[in-house]
Every structure is written in structure tokens, then in C-alpha cells.
């Protein structure tokens, strides 16, 4: 995202198959940021839970709904921008070993 925005380094973006999901899933960034030291100077959506955005300066973190995130395919708009895939596990994100952390 660098070489194409001057407003953040990186995109996060995530769905969920319920409002209920998308407003858990912005919660537990949105603290994990917050434990990480991270600033978050915005949150935006959260009330209706169909699009949840979160800014974190260097990361804008969208959590969609399933039905918004394929109507308004965001990941298309920024067709040009790398990808970076993420160290998950069934779902989850790998816990970091000691040489990681």
C-alpha cells in the first residue's frame, strides 16, 4: 500500500457472517492493537456492524460483512497493491515461537 496511498502503509481486511462476528472480530483488533501500543485514532461502523473500520495510522483495518465485503470488493479496488499472507492455522493465527516474538 505504500507506493500507492499516502493515508496508510497497509490494509487489513476480513469478513464475518454476521453483525454480531464483524463487531467481535473489530473488538479483539482493535484490543490487540491496543496491547501491541498501537495507536488507534478511529473507529468507524461499529454501531451497525456491517462494515467496521478501524485506523491504526499504518494499518486501516476493514471487518466486513460477508454480503458488503462481495458487493463492494475493496481487495479489487486495490488490485495493484501486494498481498501478504498472514501465518494462519485453521483459522487461527499461529502462536509465535520464542525466536518469533
Known amino acids: 500500500m505504500k507506493a500507492l ?3 496508510t ?3 487489513l481486511i476480513c469478513g464475518a457472517d454476521s453483525d454480531r462476528g464483524v463487531r467481535t472480530i473489530a473488538d479483539n483488533i482493535e484490543k490487540k492493537l491496543k ?3 498501537e ?3 478511529g473507529v468507524e461502523g461499529y454501531a451497525e456492524g456491517k462494515w467496521v473500520l478501524i485506523d491504526a495510522v ?3 483495518v476493514h471487518v466486513l460483512y460477508e454480503p ?3 458487493f463492494y470488493d475493496i481487495e479489487g479496488l486495490w488490485i495493484d497493491a501486494p498481498r501478504i499472507k498472514l501465518p ?3 483459522g487461527f493465527p499461529k ?3 520464542k525466536s518469533e516474538e
Do not use: C, N, P, T
Open 58 to 60: 499504518d494499518v486501516v
Open 95 to 97: 502462536k509465535a515461537k
Open 88 to 90: 494462519f492455522e485453521d
Open 39 to 41: 495507536r488507534v485514532i
Open 35 to 37: 496491547e501491541l501500543g
Open 9 to 11: 502503509d497497509y490494509f
Open 68 to 70: 458488503i465485503r462481495r
Open 5 to 7: 496511498s499516502d493515508f
